[in-house]
């Protein structure tokens, strides 16, 4: 089975996806390592602009009928079994990006991007079964236990789960509006 793992930066796909192959017993994959490794995209700037429709061919290709997770924000334009989209508060998307000490910019898009949904919404453009899973407030075993569970119970499409828009006054000055440009 491919399950794909998506979701905002920050919010923690990595982390998450490496526990989730490793109680499944399913191969890891980073979408990023394995574009540069098949040189798929280039470089703009400072960024790796990948073309989804090629990722997603040659992801299928590889890794047709092996069970995997893929990891990766991309990673819902890859015909998956099942997109599992991490969603996590925007306060604390907001606060691990400035840990990483993203531009300001780059975090208002972002932060931006997880109150509006904006991931979910192109999940399910992409594929019937999506399960979205709040992380917030959860350690990374208990969001792998929750994902496996739903799994197990033979669920794979569940969303409409957050409401982010209780924060949205909190989350104001990260925002681009809160910047001063129009
Ligand atoms: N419930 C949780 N699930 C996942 N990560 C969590 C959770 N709680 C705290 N974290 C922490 O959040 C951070 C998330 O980082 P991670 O690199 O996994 O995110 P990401 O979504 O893969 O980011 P990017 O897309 O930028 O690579 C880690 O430091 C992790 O320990």
């Not at 979910?120 to 992409?126: F, P």
Request: aromatic content about 6%.
């Amino acid at each position: 089975m491919i399950i794909a793992v998506t979701g905002t930066p920050g919010v923690g796909k990595t982390t998450v996806s490496r526990l989730l192959s490793e109680k499944l017993g399913y191969e890891y994959v980073g979408v990023k390592e394995f574009a540069r490794e098949k040189g798929i995209g280039e470089m703009v700037g400072d960024e790796l602009e990948i073309d989804v429709d090629e990722l997603a061919e040659a992801m299928l290709r590889e890794f047709h009928g092996r069970d995997v997770v893929i990891d990766g924000h991309l990673s819902h334009f890859v015909p998956a079994d099942v997109v599992i989209v991490l969603r996590a508060d925007p306060r604390l998307v907001a606060e691990r990006l400035m840990e990483r000490g993203y531009s300001r910019e780059k975090l208002a898009e972002n932060v931006e991007a997880e109150l509006v949904d904006v991931i979910l919404v192109e999940a399910l453009e992409e594929n019937e079964n999506v399960l979205e899973i709040d992380t917030t407030g959860k350690t990374p075993g208990e969001v792998v236990e929750e994902i496996s569970e739903l799994l197990e119970r033979g669920i794979k499409r569940r969303f409409g789960i957050v409401d982010w828009s209780g924060v949205y006054d909190e989350v104001l000055p990260y925002l681009r509006l809160g910047s001063g440009r129009m």
